[in-house]
């Protein structure tokens, strides 16, 4: 079936330092691509989605692009702030209305 | 314009026990998805509503039920729990049940079984 692996943290980088979150996922078809963000006791937030090959979603300084040669879709920003700590989750979409999440990557941002 | 509510925020339950867990949509929105993020892990698809139909069941046991009403809210029902069903348990809606249409998330129900 569909997965998405992502890489572990937490990732722990101080204010200003570049951002790097890998994503893989494994599907039979072209599913959408999509990271979301969760804050402490919040529920899930889009953060950005790519719809096919070679698009580049983007938010907030936060981009990602859909990479179906490696089937990848790594999470990256050019200077990452305190207040972007929260839980980075890299997710498909196949068929129908259908998520599939990965594991979830902890960001701590230190000032 | 209100987001995707859930109610209650918490919940203590005792094994054995039932409960219902409920959301309203986005106005304006026909589907309902329930997803269950057990602490460090990602997001779980149980189900999806589309016009008060299910689209689609997740790999839960049948202690997992739920409905979708004529207003387009749903109910999550989870009869006999056990200590693993305590999670997160979200709720998200979005207006058509197909494919690229964003799914909007609520702030979740915290359900913890002693």
């Known amino acids: 079936g569909d997965s998405v692996t992502q890489m572990e943290g937490p990732v722990t980088l101080s204010e200003e330092a570049f951002l790097t979150i890998n994503c893989t996922y494994t599907a039979t078809g072209y599913p959408s691509l999509f990271w979301y963000v969760q804050y402490p006791g919040e529920g899930l937030q889009l953060l950005l989605k790519?719809?096919?090959?070679?698009d580049k979603g983007s938010n907030k300084g936060f981009e990602a692009t859909y990479r179906k040669e490696t089937t990848s879709f790594h999470l990256e920003k050019g200077s990452v702030q305190v207040s972007d700590s929260a839980v980075y989750f890299c997710?498909?979409?196949?068929?129908?209305?259908?998520?599939?999440f990965g594991a979830g990557t902890i960001l701590r941002v230190k000032s | 314009d209100a987001g995707v509510t859930q109610s209650p925020t918490h919940l203590i339950k005792t094994r054995g026990q039932h409960v219902t867990l409920r959301c309203s949509p986005i106005?304006?929105?026909?589907?309902v998805s329930w997803y269950q993020q057990v602490l460090g892990q990602g997001p779980q698809f149980i189900f999806q509503?589309?016009?008060?139909?299910?689209?689609g069941r997740g790999n839960f046991p049948d202690r997992f039920s739920a409905r979708q009403f004529p207003n387009y809210s749903s109910e999550l029902n989870v009869n006999a729990l056990l200590l693993g069903d305590s999670a997160l348990y979200l709720c998200?809606?979005?207006?058509?049940?197909?494919?690229?249409?964003?799914?909007?998330f609520g702030n979740g129900t915290r359900l913890t079984v002693t």
């Open positions: 106005s304006g929105h026909k589907s």
């Open positions: 998200a809606s979005s207006l058509r049940g197909a494919e690229n249409s964003p799914l909007h």
């Open positions: 997710a498909l979409m196949e068929y129908g209305n259908k998520l599939v």
């Open positions: 790519a719809t096919k090959a070679d």
């Open positions: 509503y589309y016009e008060k139909e299910e689209r």
